[in-house]
């Protein structure tokens, strides 16, 4: 962690983004109607995802740093949640849906890690 000198070179953060990216393209073939209910709702979670772990990141406190992980943890699910809404619905293949699942998955452990390491340094 001692060559991180923004949140720009945490990894985690990069994979969020590029998760959100694929969010965005699969949202975006969903119906019209939705756009205001579903797709606002599953791109606002998921862009809150490296938002929170940017916004953690620019903090002083490593404690404020673990707050906003958690907060980056709890859109990451609700943006799951959505998904799997969205497959329910017939707006995603199961394909689709299990690209973006094992994506979120990845970013899950990588926060749980970045969280863990932020507590050790703590202590």
Do not use: C
Not at 67 to 92: K, M, P, V
Request: charged share 25%; aromatic share 8%.
């Amino acid at each position: 962690m001692s060559a991180v000198r923004s949140y720009r070179d945490l990894e985690v953060w990069k994979k969020a983004v590029s998760w959100t990216e694929l969010v965005y393209r699969a949202s975006s073939l969903w119906p019209t109607d939705e756009r205001f209910g579903l797709t606002s709702q599953v791109r606002r979670s998921s862009v809150s995802i490296a938002s929170n772990i940017a916004e953690g990141a620019a903090r002083h406190g490593t404690a404020d740093f673990r707050r906003f992980i958690g907060i980056a943890q709890g859109s990451l699910a609700e943006a799951e949640t959505q998904l799997l809404i969205a497959y329910r619905l017939d707006y995603l293949s199961e394909d689709q849906l299990n690209r973006l699942t094992a994506g979120a998955d990845e970013i899950s452990r990588m926060l749980m890690s970045l969280s863990a390491a932020l507590k050790r340094r703590a202590e």
